[in-house]
């Protein structure tokens, strides 16, 4: 098992930029992917976006696509999440998620980082 915490959260206004980071500890060297969802209040958590480990493949959810970028710690430990032009629809608790493989679930979580963008 892995730990994961998420930080770089925050209150900003749209059209502004943030970066998240996740960093894992523990059992991380068999990671086969991290990822990026979040939870806005009332809502089903959503896939934001994902980067498989070997060959550094990246996916988006098509609300981001083209303003997130995800990128990873060369070390394989960390991941991150660059968030450029921020839009009031992107408030949400942001989540980091680990698998092992590759697989429709993702089993390992952390505990979240709020973004909340005004308009």
């Known amino acids: 098992q892995a730990q994961l915490v998420e930080s770089g959260g925050g209150f900003v206004q749209a059209g502004s930029s943030l970066k998240l980071s996740c960093t894992a500890s523990g059992r991380t060297s068999s990671f086969y992917a991290m990822g990026w969802f979040r939870q806005a209040p009332g809502k089903e958590r959503e896939f934001v976006a994902a980067?498989?480990?070997?060959?550094?493949?990246?996916r988006y959810a098509d609300s981001v696509e083209g303003r997130f970028t995800i990128s990873r710690h060369r070390a394989g430990n960390a991941v991150y999440l660059q968030m450029n032009d921020l839009k009031p629809e992107d408030s949400a608790s942001y989540f980091c998620?680990?698998?092992?493989?590759?697989?429709?679930?993702?089993?390992?979580w952390g505990q979240g980082t709020q973004v909340t963008v005004s308009s």
């Open positions: 998620a680990a698998k092992r493989g590759k697989t429709d679930t993702w089993p390992e």
């Open positions: 980067m498989v480990w070997g060959g550094n493949t990246a």
